[in-house]
């Protein structure tokens, strides 16, 4: 036990990820995947979530404060690291949709380096998506994505 730790308690202890966080966190992990945040994909991610009924009722502040915390944690522990809290989080019911958003992202520049399609493959088993779901996915994005 640390000499403040019976004053400070729980001061500054970092909160768990919930539900929103967790979507977000898997598209913020996987935008900066390469090493960078390209502002297309930020636009895109925002976008993405902005469409969200996850995302409808909740106040700007509280959305850009969610961001600033991912964000945080992104800088401080690397993109894998919030990939693993993060996947941790999100609902069953939109593993899928994560799943199939993150991959927009991966395909919206039109090239899929192998570290991306490992990324793709990690998710899939970090979300638990049924393989044979998972191709039906990637081949209608691919689709949506062409041109």
Do not use: W
């Amino acid at each position: 036990m640390g000499m403040f730790d019976d004053i400070l308690g729980g001061f500054g202890t970092p909160q768990a990820f919930g539900p929103q966080e967790g979507f977000a966190g898997v598209l913020l992990a996987t935008a900066a995947h390469d090493g960078h945040l390209a502002d297309e994909e930020m636009a895109s991610m925002f976008n993405t979530l902005g469409r969200m009924k996850l995302y409808q009722h909740m106040p700007e502040q509280r959305f850009k404060s969610m961001i600033d915390r991912l964000v945080g944690v992104l800088k401080r522990n690397g993109p894998e690291e919030l990939m693993r809290q993060s996947v941790a989080v999100v609902p069953p019911e939109l593993r899928e949709t994560c799943f199939a958003s993150a991959t927009d992202l991966i395909l919206a520049d039109g090239v899929v380096e192998q570290n991306e399609r490992d990324l793709m493959q990690q998710l899939m088993i970090s979300l638990q998506i049924d393989s044979t779901r998972a191709k039906t996915i990637v081949q209608v994005l691919v689709i949506k994505n062409k041109g």
